[in-house]
């Protein structure tokens, strides 16, 4: 198995609970599909540079994760048909770095 980061960008409208939605979905997805969630960040509401679909902002949801092409295949059919979901990037590791989290905020 290969190690997979997934950014998923989520409507800048959608409420806290349906965000959670998101987030437990692919999570479930990923542990389901023969995968296992290493670790999930949320980086809250940022802006797109460009405009995607009428949208300035979205939220993000930053998984990092082991899986197979099985996995992969998986979460783009759902990111595909999901209404919620404007952007998905899956990206190949050969090591995940899990300390770094490039936008956590500060308290």
């Known amino acids: 198995?290969?190690?997979?980061?997934n950014t998923?960008?989520?409507?800048?409208?959608?409420?806290?609970?349906?965000?959670?939605?998101?987030r437990e979905k692919y999570n479930d997805l990923i542990n389901k599909s023969s995968g296992k969630v290493i670790k999930v960040e949320e980086?809250?509401?940022?802006?797109?540079?460009?405009?995607i679909k009428n949208y300035k902002k979205g939220f993000y949801i930053h998984f990092k994760f082991e899986g197979?092409?099985?996995?992969?295949e998986e979460i783009e059919k759902?990111?595909?048909?999901?209404?919620?979901?404007?952007?998905?990037l899956v990206v190949k590791y050969k090591k995940l770095d899990t300390k770094t989290e490039f936008f956590k905020k500060n308290n």
């Open 78 to 88: 759902k990111t595909k048909i999901d209404s919620s979901i404007i952007r998905s």
């Open 68 to 72: 197979s092409k099985l996995t992969i």
């Open 1 to 5: 198995m290969a190690f997979y980061e």
């Open 43 to 51: 980086w809250g509401l940022l802006n797109l540079a460009n405009k």
């Open 8 to 22: 998923l960008v989520a409507k800048q409208d959608l409420a806290q609970k349906d965000l959670k939605t998101i």
